[in-house]
């Protein structure tokens, strides 16, 4: 309904199309169930440093595509064009049109190099930063990449109703009628794409939203991924929270987790702020479990082999032994006592008759091992405790220090240094996930002033990422709203703390904020401009902060201060000012003229053709004239198109080659 809302409204006729936005209301009010959405008018991408024709489809680079033209004619430095709405004809400057393809026509992309930063340049580890429509890179992505990807953690626009996400190249505000329809349809073609170049048999799907998009995004994600196990956490980002005027203020946000395949969260080494303060099975010291068995079944008569004596010695400090099992029918006041022992039993609170969690023969077995201890007297007997088989196990590994053993023959244990393994519950509170001291505050230590609105916490990304690639430690990880570049920083964090050689791609627009856009059109500025570009989020901050980061200095080169909250492998702080044994070349998506492409003009740029058989660089073919119309593909090969100059760059790096790659919608 939605584009044919908008195409009524290029309809002339003032009547006549007052009676088709009546009849295409009554329409929209029909009842619908399930997740409904609009398909609205293909989003449109601007090709800059494509030279316009006659037949080029154009728009006016206002910065907003709302009229698509068709030049006719050519004259000096103005072109004739049609409007293709209303078939209008209207003369614009060359120096004010861009030409755009909407969404599903043949481009063809190229990956040109910006800047690279090489701060290990014996290590193969090459990260990748591309500033591009992010539609139009996932394309090229799934030709790279098909199912090959282990994780996809993205940070979307919220669609809060301000201006902090655009739609055809226009900010999408709290006024537009169909904004959220236009979010979901903008989500949809992004994460059909998604879904392909993610490993089908491991992988995840990660994506944080706060409560404007929380229910449809989980009601889409439901409806393109039936055979994924979904589950959605809540987490903590802003302690004192985010004023929303005569609303509760957000402190919150939500994490939906897309597992598909064999895909689970791995048990991590967590501190005591990942318990929640709850009530855990997982615990940040050694745990002594009670003998005597509570919760069901707990009564003699469901167990009667586990009602029996424990001997200690008048004082309780010395264990003696263990009687045998009393038949139901025996009266425990009838058991014999041996002489200078007290025979403690399983009674409850009410003193009612109870029974031990373990057998007599175990029990004996594991004080033997120094597992057993005695607690004090109580009116009903005493407090006894063992270690349970996972616990005893973290003795004998090492993991709890033997300090001693106790009169009772007990070891003492220091646990001083154990951290649980444990897969947390759906709330996380915890406080190095607060995105204004280590997200914003991070980024002052790059930039010295907040760059960048709302960034995300260093530390929660990282968590959020590993929970899912720790046992990964040669995952891609791929990051399509890449925003300030958190999550290559973390990727690179992560690997500095236990060596991995995780990868992560991550792609970014290069768009300026509402306020600039404004005042860059005022000095008379347009998008492609140098002056224009340069105040773009991936040259202004992503890549910034890429290189910061992994050279470990600020944006005028001094030493970042201050350690990471995380140690390296050998449990060594990891100074800010070291940096990370990492690189990444920084490329922007371009195009070529498709009709340039057919008639084989642009391959002379990008010769030689290399080969790719099963991921193996083949022999160059012979060519006939230097034309691709000429070549035979052997079966189950392609070509990829590259300079030999980037071609030998890239060897040199040990990094994926630019492809340049018809695409096309689905």
């Not at 167990?303 to 029918?329: C, M």
């Not at 690189?583 to 009709?595: I, P």
Request: aromatic share 10%; glycine share 8%; with cysteine.
């Amino acid at each position: 309904m939605a584009a044919l809302t908008d195409l009524i409204n290029q309809v002339e006729d003032k009547t006549l199309r007052e009676r088709l936005l009546q009849e295409a209301s009554r329409l929209s009010k029909q009842k619908k169930f399930g997740l409904v959405f609009e398909e609205h008018i293909p989003e449109c991408t601007p090709l800059y440093g494509i030279t316009i024709k006659c037949g080029s489809t154009v728009s006016k680079k206002t910065g907003v595509i709302n009229d698509v033209y068709r030049v006719i004619k050519i004259t000096g430095d103005e072109a004739v064009c049609i409007r293709l709405a209303s078939g209008e004809k209207e003369t614009i400057a060359l120096s004010e049109l861009v030409p755009v393809a909407k969404f599903g026509e043949p481009i063809y992309p190229t990956l040109q190099p910006i800047d690279r930063v090489e701060n290990a340049p014996d290590d193969g580890l090459w990260h990748t930063l591309i500033e591009a429509d992010n539609y139009h890179a996932l394309q090229l992505l799934e030709y790279l990449y098909p199912k090959q990807v282990d994780c996809i953690y993205i940070d979307p626009p919220y669609n809060t109703g301000a201006r902090d996400w655009k739609y055809n190249n226009d900010y999408v505000d709290s006024s537009d009628s169909w904004r959220h329809s236009k979010w979901l349809s903008m989500m949809q073609k992004r994460l059909k794409i998604a879904k392909r170049i993610l490993n089908p048999n491991n992988s995840v799907l990660i994506v944080t939203i706060d409560e404007k998009e929380y229910l449809h995004l989980g009601c889409l994600l439901e409806e393109m991924f039936p055979e994924a196990n979904i589950q959605m956490v809540s987490s903590c980002i802003m302690p004192g929270g985010v004023s929303r005027g005569n609303e509760f203020a957000r402190s919150d946000e939500y994490i939906y987790f897309v597992k598909i395949g064999a895909a689970t969260p791995v048990a991590l080494q967590l501190g005591e702020e990942w318990l929640g303060g709850v009530k855990n099975t997982s615990r940040a010291k050694v745990h002594w479990e009670g003998l005597l068995r509570t919760g069901t079944n707990n009564m003699r008569s469901d167990r009667p082999n586990l009602f029996y004596p424990v001997l200690v010695s008048q004082d309780g400090q010395k264990f003696l032994g263990a009687g045998e099992p009393l038949k139901l029918s025996e009266d425990k006041n009838a058991y014999s006592v041996p002489e200078g022992a007290i025979a403690v039993w399983p009674l409850h609170t009410d003193n009612s008759e109870g029974c031990w969690r373990i057998g007599r023969d175990t029990l004996l077995d594991l004080q033997s091992n120094h597992v057993v201890r005695l607690g004090g007297f109580t009116p009903r007997g005493m407090a006894i405790n063992y270690l349970k088989k996972g616990e005893y196990a973290k003795v004998l590994d090492g993991t709890y220090k033997i300090k001693g053993i106790n009169e009772d023959n007990s070891y003492i244990l220091d646990d001083s240094d154990y951290r649980p393994s444990f897969i947390p519950s759906t709330q996380w509170v915890i406080p190095s996930h607060d995105a204004s001291r280590h997200g914003s505050g991070m980024l002052r230590k790059i930039f010295g002033d907040k760059a960048f609105s709302f960034p995300k916490s260093l530390y929660a990304t990282r968590d959020t990422i590993r929970f899912f690639v720790a046992d990964k430690p040669n995952a891609l990880i791929v990051d399509f709203f890449a925003g300030s570049g958190t999550t290559l920083h973390a990727v690179n964090l992560l690997n500095a703390e236990d060596g991995g050689h995780r990868r992560c791609i991550m792609v970014t627009n290069n768009e300026v904020s509402s306020d600039e856009a404004k005042t860059l059109t005022a000095k008379g500025y347009q998008p492609g401009d140098p002056e224009w570009e340069k105040l773009g989020i991936a040259r202004y901050v992503t890549w910034p902060r890429t290189v910061c980061s992994i050279e470990g200095h600020d944006v005028n080169g001094a030493p970042l201060k201050g350690n990471y909250l995380a140690n390296d492998a050998q449990g060594n702080p990891i100074p800010m000012a070291q940096g990370f044994r990492a690189n990444c070349e920084y490329f922007k998506l371009g195009f070529l003229d498709k009709d340039d492409v057919a008639l084989g003009r642009q391959f002379k740029e990008i010769l030689p053709l290399l080969w790719l058989k099963a991921g193996a660089v083949g022999e160059r073919p012979e060519l006939q004239d230097e034309t691709p119309d000429m070549l035979i593909l052997p079966e189950n090969q392609f070509a990829v198109l590259i300079s030999e100059s980037s071609f030998m760059a890239c060897l040199k790096r040990r990094s994926s080659v630019f492809a340049i790659l018809q695409c096309r919608d689905g």
